[in-house]
C-alpha cells in the first residue's frame, strides 16, 4: 500500500467525504474543509525536483482554498504526527479552551520530549520554553486529558539585537508551537504569547509559516504582518530511511552525488516570515 493508499483509508475511515484526481504521480483528495496533496517522492536529480516543485507550484496557485501538502518522506516519517493533523484539518479534534488551562516554564527536556512527539519538525533549539497545562476540566475535557496534563508547548530563540534609529532593538523568534495530537487548544498561541511577552518584554517578536501546511492566518489572527518570502529548499532524501539533507549543506547543487548513490531528491514550498511588534501588545 502506497503512502497516498494510507490518506485515502484515513479519510474514508474518518467518513470525511472528497473527491480525488491525479495530476501526474501526484494525488489531490479534495473536501470541503481540506484539500490535501500527496507528493511521492521519485526524483532522481535536483533538476526532476525542480520539474516537480514547479508543476505542484501550478496546482495550487489554480486551487482556491490552500492546500496541505504531504510528501511521502514526511509521511513515513512522521505518520502518527500528520494523521493526527489531517483529522483536525477536517474538524475530527477534542477542543480545550485556553482559559481552563494555565502557563508554566518548563525545562529542555520535557520540551524536548513533547516537541519530537507533537511537532511535525521535532525539538529544536530555543532559549525559553512554555508548557500548557490544563487547570480544571469542568467536567467537559477530551478523552484522555485529566487536570494537570500538558496540552500545548511553544519555544522562543534568545534576543537577537540591532540598531535602528537610536533605539537598539530586541526581536526573538518564536521557533516552536505544538499541542497533543487531535487536540486543539482555542487561545492557546494567543495566552503563550501574551505570557512570553510580559515576562521579556520583546520589541518584536517573528516567525515561519511553512506554505506546505498553512499561509500563516494563525499569525494574522494574533497581529503578525507578512514580511518576506523564504525560498524553498531542496533536499537529498535517503529512501532507506526516508532521512532529509539540505543540499546546501552538501555544497554544490548535490549533482555530484547521483552516480554513487541512490538518494532521491525534493523540493519544498518555502515559507512566509512573519513580524509582530510587540510594544503595545
Known amino acids: 500500500m502506497c503512502f497516498a493508499d494510507e490518506i485515502r483509508k484515513l479519510l474514508i475511515n474518518s467518513s470525511e467525504a472528497f473527491s480525488e ?3 501526474g504521480d501526484m494525488v489531490i483528495f479534495g473536501s470541503g474543509k481540506a484539500n490535501i496533496i500527496a507528493v511521492p517522492i521519485k526524483a532522481k536529480s535536483p533538476d526532476e525536483a525542480e520539474e516537480q516543485h514547479g508543476i505542484l507550484s501550478e496546482i495550487i496557485e489554480k486551487m482556491e482554498k490552500r492546500p ?8 513515513y516519517r512522521q505518520k502518527r504526527q500528520l494523521e493526527a493533523r489531517i483529522r483536525a484539518h477536517i474538524g475530527i479534534f477534542g477542543h480545550i479552551q485556553a482559559r481552563n488551562c494555565e502557563i508554566r516554564k518548563i525545562d529542555k527536556t520535557v520540551s524536548s520530549g513533547f516537541m519530537n512527539a507533537c511537532h511535525g519538525y521535532g525539538d529544536a533549539s530555543c532559549r525559553y520554553r512554555y508548557g500548557l497545562f490544563v487547570k480544571h476540566c469542568r467536567g467537559n475535557c477530551p478523552d484522555g486529558i485529566t487536570e494537570g496534563m500538558m ?5 522562543f530563540s534568545n534576543a537577537r539585537r540591532w540598531i535602528k534609529g537610536n533605539k537598539t532593538v530586541r526581536s526573538y523568534e518564536w521557533i516552536r508551537y505544538a499541542s497533543l495530537p487531535d487536540i486543539r487548544v482555542a487561545g492557546g498561541m494567543g495566552k503563550i504569547l501574551k505570557s512570553f511577552t510580559r515576562e521579556v518584554g520583546p ?3 517573528m516567525s515561519y509559516a511553512d506554505l506546505e501546511w498553512s499561509d500563516g492566518s494563525a499569525y494574522k489572527l ?3 504582518k507578512p514580511e518576506s518570502f523564504r525560498s524553498p529548499v531542496l533536499f537529498m532524501i535517503d529512501p532507506g530511511t526516508w532521512s532529509r539533507t539540505p543540499v546546501g549543506r552538501i555544497g554544490g547543487t548535490g549533482k ?3 552516480e554513487n548513490s541512490c538518494c532521491l531528491y525534493y523540493k519544498n514550498l518555502g515559507s512566509l516570515k512573519y513580524r509582530l511588534d510587540t510594544t503595545g501588545f
Do not use: C, R
Request: hydrophobic share 50%.
Open 151 to 155: 496540552v500545548a508547548s511553544a519555544g
Open 21 to 23: 484526481e491525479k495530476a
Open 256 to 258: 555530484s552525488h547521483i
Open 203 to 205: 520589541d518584536d517578536v
Open 68 to 75: 496541505i501538502v504531504i510528501a511521502e518522506d514526511t509521511w
Open 222 to 224: 494574533l497581529g503578525f
